[in-house]
């Protein structure tokens, strides 16, 4: 079910702003990665090219390959609604929908592609629900709107709606950075456990939890301002945060800089 | 012994949340005095019309023959009859209106916030519905004769007062639709694409519904609004004083045009029937129009999102 996913000599544009230059790297599957750098230095921008959500900006565009288990997911014949259906995504703020109960959000992904039967969608809520820890505090009241939940709650609302519709791949856009600490450690053992099952990148900007979740570590950083982001170097996190090759991922993560 | 000096030390000094300046304080008066000042400005006219409506209408409302009767078997100047037959075309003419204007308005919405994007299109769109937004009734009610009566050579009916009534409606519609739809949180579209949802069904199913009570809101104004239009009712339809349902063929009453007609026709005197007519007629209007807005908030409370 986990896929693995080859980023090589990816070129990422808004318009005429070059916004990340060559990246490449490789995410082995059933492993967390996780995405560590300053502000602005693009690894949102790299996380959102990996199920082709960067071209929703209007201008934006990439060169480069991203192969998913050896297939480029932007070759010309691919359909980018199928690849967002493999290759699920988190954000950094809950987004449930407001219209839907919290059965409904679960489900949302697989009703909208047409699955009907009530039955089988119930069981997959509560799979899902279950699978993002979060069945317990809900199953009394599944008819509830999306919107009566806490923030932890919703985020994680939102983990379980990605992951019902069985996605090879989950990406997470700093999904904690609007979270309580309590919240925050629900998540992280989620990925924990997420992990057996999914190939998961995730972007933070809280290098305790990269070096908590993650397997292995990228960090990305920019010249200056104007300038595109790069890729610094990426390795095992345990290499990363006690040893680095490069000086600059050293001074981030010492917080020197940044 | 410190502590008892710092207390006294403390209680003798003013606290410091406390001092306010009297210039703040005269500054603070005077805004209080023109808000205040201007909400009655505001209001007072409205509560005039209202009284005044009221008060001259409210004589011929509670019978049950001004509901379910015609002026077609009643004389000029004699008490009786209803305006059942005005109702009728207000209601039909403002319906069809709606039935064609708000699908229109609608796309036009949906695509100006969903594909148009900065397009040249979008532009053109956009300048073309805000110049139709400033187009007087009266041009909208001539285009139509021209079009629909000189050129097709087709009668003039309720039918035409509806395609007029729709160049005036289908701007506020598309503002309207389209302030509710860009409303919409782009967080909501990203989350229904990267469920891997195209992105029709993503407008379908996500951002419509979420926009769906404002969007009712904004339609129900604009008919409320286009019910009230009187130009086109002078042009392109003849009065009748029977009830007609056809919206094709034969002059059809509405209550703008029946309050006109009676003005032209009857006594305006007070107390005289005419006169009892033409304020009936005014308050019916406001009934209905009050009836729709209360329907508009209702429906939109109903499908609005809920937070408990």
Known sequence: MAKRIDVKDLDI???????????????PPRSVTAFIGPSGCGKSTVLRT????????????????????GEDIYSSAVDPVQVRRTIGMVFQRPNPFPTMSIRDNVVAGLKLAGTKNGKKLDEIAERALRGANLWSEVKDRLNKPGGSLSGGQQQRLCIARAIAVRPDVLLMDEPCSALDPISTLAIEDLIAELKKDYTIVIVTHNMQQAARVSDQT????????????RLVEINDTEKIFS??????TEDYISGRFG | MTSTLDETERLASPPAFQQVSPARKAKNAL?????????????APLVWVLYTVIANGIKRIPYT???SEDFGSVLSDEVGGGVLHAVIGTLEQGLMCAIISVPLGLLVAIYLVEYGGGSRLAKVTTFMVDILSGVPSIVAALFIYALWITTFGLPRSGFAVSLALVLLMIPVVVRSAEEMLRIVPDDLREASYALGVPKWKTIMKIVLPTALSGIIGGVMMALARVMGETAPLLVLVGYSAYVNWDLFSNGQASLPLLMNTERATNSMEPGSVGFDRIWGAALTLVIIIAVINLLATVVSRLVAPKKK
């Open chain 2, 65 to 67: 023959n001004w509901w």
């Open chain 2, 31 to 43: 805004a209080t005095v023109l808000v205040w000042l201007s909400f009655l400005i505001a209001v």
């Open chain 1, 50 to 69: 990996l199920n082709r959500m960067h071209e929703v900006v209007p201008g934006a565009r990439v060169e480069g390959q991203v192969l998913l288990d």
């Open chain 1, 13 to 27: 544009y808004y318009g005429k702003f070059h916004a990340v230059d060559s990246v490449t790297l490789s995410v």
């Open chain 1, 243 to 248: 040893n680095p090759s490069e000086k600059a």
């Open chain 1, 218 to 229: 990228a960090f990305f950083n920019l010249a200056g301002v104007g300038q595109p982001g």
